[in-house]
């Protein structure tokens, strides 16, 4: 079955399936059913203008899985970034790293070896443009990506919290 998936480059008229991925992929996150899940008519504009600038730029790349039955099953992007020249150390002065995000393969369609797939192409297309360096970032709670990320050789190497206005001020203002 997954041989029949073909894992391409992204294009213009792959952006509807796509933004319906990234809303089950949001839904999986948060645990959300994807029916609760709603968007301004702003913000999925802002985000079919994002995954547009995976089309056609040299730094990046949105690949998708289709399947000749079922349409898109699968996605996965990178961005190539150049860190800062304000670094005098050389394992960060110009270096440049890739930024993995947004993969994702429907559940029914899941343990075929596509988002290995899709990430042997990612990982090609930032070594063609000399990149080593990989980053990514996943939810805490997404225990899936956290077994699927560390079998391919990623570690934690940092923490980002979150907080909402409101809680941190009231904390504050009870002295915590």
């Given at each position: 079955?997954?041989?029949?998936?073909?894992?391409?480059?992204?294009?213009?008229?792959?952006?509807?399936?796509?933004?319906?991925?990234?809303?089950?992929?949001?839904?999986?996150?948060?645990?959300?059913?994807?029916?609760?899940?709603?968007?301004?008519?702003?913000?999925?504009?802002?985000?079919?203008?994002?995954?547009?600038?995976?089309?056609?730029?040299?730094?990046?790349?949105?690949?998708?899985?289709?399947?000749?039955?079922?349409?898109?099953?699968?996605?996965?992007?990178?961005?190539?970034?150049?860190?800062?020249?304000?670094?005098?150390?050389?394992?960060?002065?110009?270096?440049?790293?890739?930024?993995?995000?947004?993969v994702w393969?429907?559940?029914?369609?899941?343990?075929?070896?596509?988002?290995?797939?899709?990430?042997?192409?990612?990982?090609?297309?930032?070594?063609r443009h000399?990149?080593?360096?990989?980053?990514l970032e996943?939810?805490?709670?997404?225990?899936?990506?956290?077994?699927?990320?560390?079998?391919?050789?990623?570690?934690?190497?940092?923490?980002?919290?979150?907080?909402?206005?409101?809680?941190?001020?009231?904390?504050?203002?009870?002295?915590?």
């Open positions: 079955m997954a041989r029949k998936v073909k894992v391409v480059e992204a294009r213009e008229e792959d952006l509807p399936q796509v933004i319906e991925l990234a809303y089950q992929l949001d839904a999986h996150v948060s645990g959300a059913q994807r029916e609760e899940l709603k968007m301004t008519d702003e913000g999925e504009s802002e985000l079919v203008n994002r995954f547009r600038t995976f089309i056609d730029n040299p730094y990046k790349l949105l690949l998708v899985a289709k399947n000749p039955r079922a349409g898109i099953i699968g996605m996965g992007d990178i961005a190539l970034w150049k860190h800062a020249e304000v670094w005098e150390t050389p394992e960060r002065k110009g270096q440049w790293y890739g930024v993995i995000d947004d393969v429907e559940p029914d369609f899941r343990r075929q070896g596509l988002t290995r797939r899709m990430v042997l192409e990612l990982l090609a297309f930032a070594r000399g990149v080593e360096s990989l980053q996943y939810a805490a709670s997404n225990t899936e990506a956290a077994e699927t990320w560390a079998r391919m050789g990623f570690r934690p190497v940092g923490i980002r919290a979150a907080a909402s206005v409101t809680e941190v001020l009231a904390r504050l203002d009870d002295g915590g």
